[in-house]
């Protein structure tokens, strides 16, 4: 007898933040969603322990799709955020009425996704997926059961970007590595983010959720060898005066910054990347995630308008994408060139750009507004 073919809408390759966010937008649309994990779905499969910066756009996100309310009391809200740089010494200091944006713990919304998921039975753990057996609207087999899927969504990040022909990417500055962690401090965070441009690289510090106000997160993107010792060091000397004596976490994170755009041209151009699977830009902003709500944002958008098996669905969705993908990765590259190369025409650029943010208020409010990820220009 021949087997079943299980048919569904959407089949989603990672359910980390995004392809857990996206699965669950879907669900509520009224689509079948297949999410497939490499890894098991057991409470320690997942023991990230890095913050996530979340902007107001990308709250917003969750608070349509009920997550955020289940967020409650484990999020920080940031209220102001703080930019300096060796070159200036004065900060640049932005406010808002409303709360900048929100600082969590990427387990906490992880767990409460994954739950929904598996409540759904809408996702598969210990199953791993080859880019070149992906192709929509033919029959393949997940576990020994056929199915066939109107759209296939790549989400898994690094691990199928390495699987593509390095002509399918506009690289970066891969020089720089990424130090991730954790302090306890004397004095209230009061609830301000920092963004220190030291000689050596972009230093960023956030308010974490802790009941104390007391405990914040680092990340620290340079070309140098890091050791905890000089870590501490260094967040002594630039935030000494704004937290006090500090108490730095024994584990430190550390990950290489491989900036990418990927242009699915070809072979791959029937599936979807969003997220990382379709850009890697340096930390320098913090934006990379929230970029990945605007790709799921952009897809249901799509939805509206176009259904899934409508013959140029991904074309549209890239053209609405590339831009300011396009316009992230060179930004993010030519601040963080501006002050890695620390010579006396970089140092002046740099210096005058601040003091530009600094006085036309007009500037400072699109500047912020793209952070926020409430700038319509681009949306």
């Not at 320098?284 to 409508?310: H, P, R, Y």
């Not at 010579?343 to 507004?369: D, E, Q, W, Y």
Request: hydrophobic content about 35%; aromatic content about 12%; overall charge positive.
């Amino acid at each position: 007898m021949k087997n079943k073919i299980l048919k569904y809408d959407c089949l989603i390759i990672g359910s980390g933040l995004l392809g857990s966010l996206l699965a669950i937008s879907l669900i509520k649309k009224q689509y079948k969603v297949l999410v497939l994990e490499k890894e098991g779905l057991s409470d320690g499969a997942f023991s990230d322990q890095r913050t996530l910066a979340v902007n107001a756009n990308s709250r917003n996100f969750l608070k349509s799709i009920d997550l955020w309310d289940k967020l409650n009391k484990k999020h920080v809200d940031i209220g102001q955020i703080s930019i300096k740089t060796y070159l200036n010494k004065d900060e640049l200091i932005f406010k808002e009425q409303d709360a900048m944006g929100s600082v969590i713990f990427n387990k906490e919304l992880l767990s409460i996704a994954h739950k929904i998921l598996i409540k759904e039975k809408s996702i598969m753990g210990n199953t791993f997926m080859h880019l070149d057996q992906l192709q929509s609207d033919k029959n393949f087999k997940i576990k020994n059961k056929d199915y066939v899927f109107k759209k296939i969504i790549i989400m898994g990040g690094k691990q199928f970007i390495n699987q593509v022909d390095t002509n399918h990417f506009i690289k970066g500055d891969d020089s720089h590595k990424a130090y991730v962690g954790f302090f306890n401090h004397q004095k209230n965070h009061q609830n301000i983010a920092y963004e220190n441009f030291t000689k050596n690289g972009p230093l960023a510090i956030l308010p974490a959720p802790h009941k104390t106000n007391k405990y914040s997160t680092f990340i620290y993107s340079t070309q140098d060898t890091v050791s905890s010792n000089s870590m501490k060091k260094l967040i002594d000397k630039n935030f000494s005066k704004s937290h006090g004596k500090i108490n730095l976490a024994k584990n430190i994170f550390s990950y290489p910054i491989t900036p990418y755009l990927f242009n699915p041209k070809n072979k791959y151009h029937d599936l979807i990347f969003m997220g990382d699977s379709f850009r890697s830009i340096h930390p320098v902003a913090g934006q990379g995630w929230n970029l990945g709500i605007k790709d799921i944002q952009s897809f249901l958008n799509l939805l509206e308008t176009k259904s899934l098996n409508s013959e140029n669905f991904n074309s549209i969705y890239y053209s609405r994408r590339k831009f300011e993908s396009y316009l992230y990765f060179s930004f993010t590259e030519i601040i963080n060139k501006t002050f890695q190369l620390n010579t006396p025409l970089s140092n002046f650029f740099g210096a005058v750009s601040l003091k530009t943010l600094k006085r036309l208020s007009f500037l400072r409010s699109l500047f912020i507004r793209q952070a926020m990820g409430i700038n319509k220009i681009l949306n």
